[in-house]
């Protein structure tokens, strides 16, 4: 599953058993990129539950959101993720694998909405050049409606994504789907 040592569903007990059976019941089963926060219990609940929180988001859409986690994790070079949130985008939000494709080769082609796509847009920058974030970036994601807590959870959401492809990668974590 991975170089680190992770518990099994099947040999979970305690605070671990109680996550994966939270995580069972939401999603069928306990993916390996989850299953890898095991080997600190106090990880892995924190991520389930933030993983809760973005996934139940107010106003970021799951497409934005898997969009952030897909592009991200193609600069990380974390093929696990990229395919996780392609595949995503694909069963659960009804894209087509072109635009999966176009939205990979340039986000501005993805079929998001024009404000999702300028919120994209400032969490790429940020994740790639934090310094280069401006105060007009992120005036014009005022006006384009987002609020201060939604821009933060956006750009919060991309930043989380790079220590979760620099995890998946460091530990070599297995395909599970």
């Not at 986000?107 to 969490?123: F, H, I, Q, T």
Request: net charge negative.
């Amino acid at each position: 599953m991975a170089t680190l040592s992770t518990v099994s569903p099947d040999d979970a007990t305690g605070e671990v058993a109680a996550v994966y059976e939270q995580i069972k019941g939401a999603w069928g089963g306990v993916p390996n990129a989850i299953s890898l926060f095991s080997a600190n219990p106090f990880l892995l609940r924190h991520q389930w539950e933030y993983y809760g929180s973005i996934m139940q988001h107010p106003t970021l859409s799951p497409a934005l959101t898997a969009c952030i986690r897909m592009l991200v994790s193609q600069d990380g070079q974390c093929a696990y993720c990229i395919d996780l949130n392609a595949g995503m985008l694909m069963n659960g939000m009804g894209w087509t694998a072109d635009q999966v494709a176009d939205t990979r080769a340039n986000y501005m082609n993805s079929p998001l909405a024009d404000r999702e796509k300028a919120l994209l847009g400032v969490v790429l920058k940020a994740v790639k050049t934090p310094a280069s974030v401006s105060a007009g970036d992120v005036a014009a994601l005022r006006a384009a409606g987002w609020s201060d807590s939604d821009i933060l959870d956006a750009v919060n959401h991309g930043a989380r994504m790079v220590a979760g492809d620099i995890l998946i990668n460091a530990f070599q974590v297995e395909r599970d789907f």
